[in-house]
């Protein structure tokens, strides 16, 4: 048991709609990354935050977007939503600092989009 | 695009067997992570290793660094059906952020 939660665990969406997915991280942790991993492939890094702000940002384009509060929980915001975008997402919190960086990963939201 | 190799992508084997998954990469990581990934869940922390030829032992699980610190390896000693799953490496550049590798499906049949 981690501490790391998200919701909600299943969604499914029609292409061209919205979606939002939250995050709580793990109590003491003030660092919130999202992943995206679709089937038989690795997690990929999406974006990070940490005190509110984006703090690096992966290989995803604008239509993917992030909040996070001042309880460090998160939000991944995707638009415009495509059939690709089908995939299990990943909620991680860290603490920032120090030379080894343990991320703790939630369970996941599976989105599917049809 | 993933920058860290795993070998091999499937591993199946009888209960009591030992078993090695690699890891490599061409970059130089601060640390590098080992995690197992059940169906629908999410990675699960293995081991953390920080200094170059650092080995740590978890149980029948043995996890080395490389001395360059751009690979990794982990060893399972007579492999139980409970070590089924998704063995992902990630390497850390900072902060947190991971590069992950595409994973090793182990299969431990009794």
């Known amino acids: 048991e981690t501490g790391v939660t998200q919701s909600p665990t299943h969604l499914i969406k029609t292409r061209g709609q919205q979606v939002t997915l939250r995050c709580s991280s793990q109590s003491g942790h003030n660092t919130v990354s999202w992943y995206q991993q679709a089937l038989g492939q690795g997690p990929q890094f999406i974006f990070q935050?940490?005190?509110?702000?984006?703090?690096g940002r992966g290989n995803f384009p604008p239509r993917f977007s992030g909040l996070q509060f001042p309880n460090y929980s998160s939000e991944l915001n995707v638009n415009a939503l495509e059939l690709d975008d089908s995939a299990l997402y990943l909620c991680a919190s860290s603490l920032a600092g120090g030379t080894a960086i343990e991320a703790f990963f939630g369970q996941g939201t599976r989105l599917t989009v049809v | 695009t993933q920058l860290l190799e795993q070998s091999p992508q499937f591993l199946s084997i009888q209960e009591g067997e030992n078993l090695t998954v690699y890891c490599n990469s061409s970059s130089v990581f601060s640390s590098l992570q080992w995690y197992r990934q059940e169906p629908g869940e999410g990675p699960v922390l293995l081991v953390t290793v920080v200094t170059g030829g650092e080995v740590k032992k978890l149980k029948r699980l043995t996890f080395q660094f490389g001395d360059a610190r751009k690979d990794s390896s982990l060893h399972i000693t007579a492999a139980q059906p409970g070590d089924t799953g998704l063995y992902l490496c990630?390497?850390?550049?900072?902060?947190?952020?991971?590069?992950f590798g595409a994973g090793t499906q182990v299969v431990v049949t009794p």
């Open positions: 990630a390497g850390a550049r900072s902060w947190g952020k991971l590069q």
């Open positions: 935050y940490y005190r509110e702000e984006e703090n």
